[in-house]
């Protein structure tokens, strides 16, 4: 195992080269599908909210994008216009609502999180084999200790005081084992 400040510098390399594929892919990737997508900003932030904590109530929407109530409920009506969210009764309170991610909705933030990474299927094929090999055993390697590490965090189905998954809750890692 290497020293704790080797580690820790490898860390920080891997997060470097990380953030530089990102910019890198940022600088090549077309933006048609976020230019076709018409919601506001605030609208997006409100959809990335209930997509990653599942069914969540609106008032934990509000609070997460920073908004008033009566400005989420707006943000809720266009998001549900648009067929991306629906809202529905809290059984547990009555004074409560609740609200999820439609298939559509699902569908949208899906392809989002994944345009960008298929930007790298050229430059993957430019790698050697050993390299690809290497590379796809460490990020299996990444794609575990999150997962284990979430469920250490929260078990499955857990859901905290408020009634909602933390932000601890990590999705998209299908066909990753």
């Not at 409560?96 to 989002?112: C, D, N, S």
């Not at 055993?137 to 857990?158: E, N, Y």
Request: with cysteine; proline share 4%.
């Amino acid at each position: 195992m290497p020293s704790t400040k080797r580690r820790q510098s490898e860390i920080e390399t891997i997060e470097r080269l990380m953030a530089s594929i990102h910019q890198s892919i940022t600088a090549v990737a077309p933006p048609e599908l976020w230019l076709r997508i018409d919601i506001s900003m605030v609208q997006l932030k409100a959809l990335c909210v209930i997509h990653h904590l599942g069914e969540v109530r609106v008032g934990n929407v509000a609070r997460a994008v920073g908004l008033s109530l009566n400005a989420t409920t707006t943000v809720l009506d266009r998001l549900e216009q648009k067929r991306l969210v629906v809202r529905k009764p809290d059984d547990s309170d009555r004074r409560a609502v609740l609200v999820h991610v439609t298939k559509g909705g699902k569908e949208l933030m899906q392809q989002l999180l994944v345009s960008s990474t298929q930007m790298l299927t050229p430059y993957l094929q430019l790698i050697g084999e050993e390299d690809i090999e290497s590379l796809q055993r460490g990020l299996s390697a990444l794609v575990v200790a999150i997962r284990d590490a979430d469920a250490v965090a929260q078990p499955a189905g857990a859901h905290s005081q408020s009634g909602v998954r933390p932000y601890g809750r990590h999705r998209g890692m299908a066909g990753v084992s």
